[in-house]
Each structure stands twice: as structure tokens, then as C-alpha cells.
């Protein structure tokens, strides 16, 4: 229910009775100043316009897509075995609408993995470096994760040598410091602190001898990918297009496929859900719809319903507009207000998706913050990432209705006077 602020007449009445006992013994000034009192406190009460009409901006699991209904999908495979013909042909038919929605190259491979964008990327950290000297670039937790798994558990550093790249939340390594002859893992946009990197990725040479292996799991289907730049790309269903976790997309450039055929790493036993290869060739099946292990069938279709709808906005153009526009949104808000600011101060590496911002409030505040918006089902789980800056994270992602990251705004300085004062 909306509440709105009395007039300044109706408090001046309230005013008027709660003194009329002291009336004699109040000056004027005191009475002003009792009414003026009086209307900041029920002001703080007031609701600073309608609430988002979906209060759910997660950067993961993130929202469903506008008009996402369960009964809308298909329930014939469920029950059936996914290596069944009917089960078999809904897999291949995520593998060619993801292919032909993203523009992926024809002679790219892309296969379902195991455990959501982490799997797929562990998967190809496991099966692939150790070949040669490696560039990680990191600046949020996810990156520094992939360096630690590199030199701490597959302890890479002790046959290649391994380069960090870092940078702080909010800002970028010059990432023309990796070198074309080298491995480079990066991410191409950091879910945690809301930095990605410039379009294009003109720092990856186009006549590299290694390989480049990417984690845009909150980049894909809201920034254009450059395929040419990109041997391994990994991304999972429940980022940009709202869809169910657990499941992981793992894409090969024909690079990434000789490379699996032409190194098998020494001393480096591999799980049978991160195994590519068998007897020195690349396994096939995985990249029509043969799965490594039991995939959900109901999150295969809810996956090809997301991707139904990214059809009909206009496809992976019509989503990045979507994204734009919501970041767009904020960017205004923060323009107009001195005390939000964005943890990516520079425009051109500014993610569109987990869009993360510092407030002038202590970390307690902060806290108290984000509680407040989530009682009031305005906001629901926006607190920045427990590694970040005391911060917040709104999900732009295309699933999110631009009309409700409007109607966000005016709460946000709502809930930022009711913490500050």
C-alpha cells in the first residue's frame, strides 16, 4: 500500500494538539520548529512513489524474463531419459539456438557441461594449462579465484610460468601487458565489481599462439563477444537470461580443440565430469547434446524457453539495449546524486549488468540499507559481494524491466535519508 506525506496544513493541526496544553508557554519559534519536526518524521515514513513492480535485482540466480510462466513449458521429456531420441534433440536444439543466437563461428564447438560457469571453466583450466607460460588478469574475486585454483591447486607455477595481472575493485590491469605467446584467463566482465573489459578486446592480437580462456558468464547475451578474440569461452544459463543454475556452457575455438588433442597433462588426474578428450580426440557427443552426466530436463527447457524470448526482444542486439538502458537509468541517478557513486569510475569498462556502487554510508549503514529496501519488497538481494567494498549490486541484465529500475531510484535516497538520519 502506498503512504503518502500529510500536508503541511494537516501537521500543522497535529502540531496544534500535541502542544495546545504548552500552548501558553511555547513561543513561536519553538512551535515552527515543532512542525517542522514533526513533518520530517512522518516524511520518513512516506513511500517516495510506486515500488518496482518485480523487486528481484539478484546478480544470480537473476530474475526470470517478462512473462516467464512453469506452465509455459514443455513437459514431455520430463521423465524421459536424456539420452532418449526426444531427450537428445531438446539438448541439440539449446546447442544450435545458443550458436545462432550468439553469432558463434560454424566451426566452433559448444557443449553443456557440469556445475554451472564454474564447472565449465575448471573444466578447461584443468584440460588445457600447462602447455605454455600463462598471463591471469583479475580485479574482482571470481578472477582472483581462477588465479588461485591455477598456482595453488593445479600448481602451474611449478612447470610454466605463471603472470598476475591485478587491479583493484573498480578498475582494470593494463591488459596490454599479457603477451600473444602466452595462455591469458580473464574475465570479461566482473560480477563482483561491476568492471568489464573494453569492447572489442583489441588487446588480444588476432595472430596470438595462445590461447585466450574467458569467464563471461554475466557478459553473454548483454555485450557483443568478439568470437575471433576467444578460444574458450564459459558462461552459465541463470546469469543474463534468468535461467536455472547447475548447468554450464562451455565454448572451443578450433585453437582451444587442437590444443586438447595435442597436450595431455602430465601427473594431472581428471574427474570423469572434466574429461574432453578420449583416446586423443575431442568427445564429440558433448557438443550435440551427449552430456557428460544427468542434466535437468526441466532447466534444458526453461533454458530454451529464455532463449525463445531473447528471440522475440530483437535477439542478443535487442537484450544489450535492454541492459543499456537500465545502466542508463542509474547512471542519471548517480549524476544527480553526490552520495552514489559507481565502484567503475570510467564509462567505457562500466559493466551493464552487476552494476556495483559505493554509498556515503558506513558498512553497518550499508547493511541496514539494503535490509530496509528488502522489507519493504522493494529490493531484494542487492548487497555487494562479501569480497567487495562495502557496496551494492543492482542487476541490469535484460530480464530486469527498465520500468522497475526506474521506480527503484527515488527509493534508493529514501532508504539512504532513513539510515543517514
Known amino acids: 500500500m502506498l503512504r503518502f506525506a500529510p500536508t ?28 517542522e519536526a514533526l513533518t520530517a518524521r512522518w516524511m520518513s515514513a512516506a513511500a517516495p512513489g510506486p515500488k518496482p513492480a518485480n523487486p528481484e535485482f539478484s546478480s544470480g540466480p537473476c530474475k526470470k524474463h517478462p512473462g516467464y510462466s512453469l506452465s509455459n513449458l514443455p513437459t514431455a521429456v520430463l521423465g524421459r531419459s536424456h539420452r532418449s531420441k526426444l531427450g537428445k534433440e531438446r539438448l541439440a536444439l539449446a546447442i544450435s539456438e545458443t550458436k545462432r543466437l550468439l553469432g558463434i563461428p560454424e566451426d566452433y564447438l559448444v557443449g553443456i557441461v557440469p556445475a554451472s560457469d564454474t564447472g565449465a571453466y575448471e573444466m578447461a583450466m584443468w584440460n588445457m594449462l600447462g602447455a605454455r607460460d600463462i598471463d591471469i588478469c583479475h580485479w574482482e574475486s571470481f578472477g582472483k579465484g581462477w588465479f588461485a585454483d591455477a598456482v595453488s591447486h593445479l600448481k602451474l607455477r611449478d612447470t610454466v610460468d605463471v603472470k598476475e595481472h591485478t587491479a583493484g575493485y573498480g578498475e582494470l590491469p593494463d591488459l596490454t601487458q599479457t603477451s600473444k605467446d602466452r595462455d591469458i584467463c ?68 578450433p585453437k582451444a580443440v587442437e590444443r586438447l588433442e595435442s597436450y595431455t597433462p602430465e601427473n594431472r588426474p581428471l574427474p570423469k565430469i572434466f574429461r574432453l578428450t578420449k583416446k586423443g580426440k575431442v568427445e564429440a557427443g558433448i557438443f550435440k547434446g551427449a552430456t557428460i552426466n544427468t542434466p535437468s530436463m526441466m532447466a534444458v527447457e526453461d533454458y530454451i524457453d529464455a532463449l525463445s524470448w ?66 519493504e519488497n522493494v529490493a531484494l538481494d542487492i548487497g555487494g559481494y562479501r569480497d567487495a567494498p562495502p557496496s551494492i549490486r543492482i542487476w541490469c541484465g535484460a530480464t530486469v524491466e527498465t520500468a522497475d529500475v526506474e521506480a527503484l531510484m527515488p527509493w534508493l535516497k529514501w532508504a539512504y535519508e532513513e539510515v543517514k538520519n
Open 8 to 35: 503541511r496544513s494537516s501537521v500543522a493541526r497535529a502540531t496544534s494538539l500535541a502542544f495546545s496544553n504548552n500552548a501558553a508557554a511555547t513561543t513561536s519559534v519553538v512551535a515552527s520548529r515543532g512542525v
Open 186 to 253: 580473464f574475465t570479461f566482465n566482473g560480477t563482483t565489481s561491476g568492471v568489464r573489459v573494453p569492447d572489442g578486446c583489441d588487446w588480444i592480437a588476432d595472430d596470438r599462439t595462445g590461447l585466450t580462456l574467458c569467464d563471461a558468464t554475466s557478459a553473454v547475451f548483454a555485450m557483443n563477444m568478439p568470437w575471433e578474440k576467444l578460444d574458450v569461452t564459459t558462461y552459465s544459463w541463470q546469469k543474463v537470461l534468468g535461467g536455472e543454475g547447475a548447468h554450464g556452457m562451455l565454448i572451443l575455438s
Open 310 to 375: 531473447c528471440d522475440s526482444v530483437g535477439g542478443v542486439d535487442g537484450l544489450i539495449k535492454i541492459s543499456n538502458n537500465n545502466l542508463g537509468v542509474i547512471e542519471k541517478f548517480v549524476a544527480e546524486n553526490e552520495w552514489i557513486d559507481f565502484l567503475a569510475k570510467d564509462p567505457s569498462i562500466r559493466s551493464n549488468t552487476s552494476v556495483c556502487c559505493t554509498l556515503d554510508l558506513s558498512p553497518e549503514q550499508i547493511k541496514a540499507f539494503v535490509a530496509l529496501l528488502e522489507k
